[in-house]
């Protein structure tokens, strides 16, 4: 099955600056991405997501990208804002199978 | 509003006593899915239902048992031969199973005293 390993499982960063997040993913036919945002005590919510025949998508301050001959994909935040502060998960699906696999998780600490 | 509901958010059982967790969904989405939480972790998948009267295991199914007569809900029973229960569980569901994207409900905190 499907296996996605996330890094890394901290990340604090500066009010303004930047933040990475980067994913791998094992299955060769997973084609779907998805990027979650987590608040304490809540359910995770869709960011951004990305499909296997594209290989970078932007929204506003996110933006993803997709590797998939490394099979890996990466967040990107600019101009990060203490509301960024959140757990975000990565994961990996192939769409028509079954659900998504997700990574473990990174904390992110926006610090004002 | 459209969305899912979980309930209750909190909800504390005794050990060997089974205990059920509601999932509604009223976006008309076919596919819903269950995960489990602990605390560090990801979401791992307990079961999932890509359409009314079916359901498929996930990756830790064991000790768990669901039904989906409904499409719009799709209930999950913890039962005692779950050995380590206490979790945060998750309720998700997507248009259609091709479609990938999952919309996720509050979650229900489960303590098992």
């Known amino acids: 099955g499907e296996n996605v390993e996330q890094h890394p499982s901290t990340l604090s960063v500066q009010e303004g600056d930047s933040a990475v997040i980067k994913c791998t993913y094992s299955?060769?036919?997973?084609?779907?991405f998805p990027w979650y945002k987590q608040e304490l005590g809540k359910g995770p919510q869709l960011i951004i997501d990305i499909r296997s025949n594209v290989g970078e998508k932007k929204d506003q301050r996110i933006a993803v990208t997709l590797n998939k001959t490394a099979k890996h994909f990466s967040l990107h935040i600019t101009e990060t804002q203490p509301e960024d502060s959140a757990v975000y998960f990565c994961a990996a699906g192939d769409t028509g199978r079954r659900a998504l696999t997700f990574g473990s998780g990174t904390r992110l600490q926006v610090q004002p | 509003d459209g969305g899912i509901t979980q309930s209750p958010k909190y909800l504390f059982r005794k050990e060997g006593q089974n205990v059920t967790l509601s999932c509604e969904q009223n976006l008309n989405h076919d596919a819903m899915y269950w995960y489990r939480q602990d605390p560090g972790q990801g979401l791992r998948l307990i079961y999932y239902?890509?359409?009314?009267?079916?359901?498929q295991k996930g990756d830790i199914a064991e000790g768990y048992s669901v039904s989906r007569e409904k499409k719009e809900s799709f209930p999950l029973t913890v039962t005692s031969a779950q050995k380590n229960p206490t979790a945060f569980y998750l309720c998700a569901s997507s248009i259609d199973p091709r479609d990938g994207e999952q919309f996720f409900g509050p979650g229900t905190r489960l303590t098992v005293l």
């Open positions: 299955d060769s036919a997973s084609n779907y």
């Open positions: 239902s890509q359409i009314v009267n079916d359901f």
